[in-house]
């Protein structure tokens, strides 16, 4: 199952990602939560650290996507590795045995 949310500012977005993440995860459910915030704030309502956050890189610009051409000459975005491995080599893990991925950060003025 894939679950997104999305919304304007300030809707309650990362409070129902993080309990929903949550909710399923004590159910026993595996679960990958993935920050695309560029003020992420996901890892702290799943009740990580500041300091552990800091600490946690976001997915390299470019890094895990590329262009491709299809057969019918389209051009679209594909991984460049499977989920598990992106996961592996970008995620935290979370309390409840969740998986945060950290999309983009604002690593510096202007950078937004």
Same mark, same amino acid.
């Given at each position: 199952? #894939? %679950?997104?949310?999305? =919304? #304007?500012?300030?809707?309650? #977005?990362?409070?129902?990602?993080?309990?929903?993440?949550?909710v399923?995860?004590?159910?026993g459910? +595996?679960? &990958?939560?993935i920050d695309?915030? +560029? *003020?992420? *704030?996901?890892g702290?309502? &799943?009740?990580?650290? !500041?300091?552990? /956050?800091e600490d946690?890189?976001?997915? +390299?610009? =470019?890094? %895990?996507?590329?262009? !491709?051409q299809?057969? @019918?000459?389209k051009?679209r975005?594909? &991984?460049? @590795?499977?989920v598990?491995?992106?996961a592996?080599l970008?995620?935290?893990?979370? +309390?409840?045995?969740?998986? /945060?991925i950290?999309?983009? #950060? !604002?690593?510096t003025? =202007?950078?937004?």
């Open positions: 199952m #894939k %679950i997104g949310i999305s =919304g #304007k500012g300030g809707s309650g #977005k990362t409070t129902i990602s993080a309990t929903l993440a949550r399923f995860a004590r159910q459910f +595996p679960v &990958l939560a695309g915030d +560029p *003020n992420p *704030n996901l702290m309502a &799943l009740g990580l650290s !500041v300091q552990s /956050l946690t890189p976001s997915i +390299p610009r =470019g890094g %895990i996507t590329e262009r !491709v299809d057969d @019918d000459g051009m975005m594909v &991984l460049t @590795d499977t598990e491995n992106i592996a970008h995620g935290i893990e979370a +309390p409840d045995g969740i998986r /945060l950290i999309g983009t #950060k !604002v690593e003025a =202007g950078a937004g």
